[in-house]
């Protein structure tokens, strides 16, 4: 999350979490596939695995951003309902 300051409700953050390791998970495993394929001579089975890889970090890091601007509006509209109004005079 960008904010520091926003609440996030534990299971949501175990979410987060889970999401993260996976983006990392996939990240390491690009980088080793990138690496195999100069010794490897299926270097087309390794394309297809690392374009899978990329795929899923794809969907990944677009949940990521979901969960981020939902927990934002949902704060702003915490934040709103909490903050007192003044009465037109």
């Known amino acids: 999350m960008t904010n520091a300051n926003q609440y996030i409700n534990p299971l949501i953050q175990a979410v987060l979490s889970n999401l ?35 795929i899923e970090m794809s969907s990944v890091v677009q949940t990521l951003e979901t969960i981020e601007k939902t927990v934002t509006t949902y704060n702003n509209n915490i934040k709103q309902q909490a903050t007192p109004t003044t009465p037109n005079a």
């Open 20 to 54: 993260n390791a996976k983006r990392d998970r996939l990240i390491s495993e690009i980088d080793i596939c990138i690496n195999k394929a100069t010794a490897s001579n299926d270097r087309s089975f390794l394309a297809d695995k690392i374009t899978d890889m990329f």
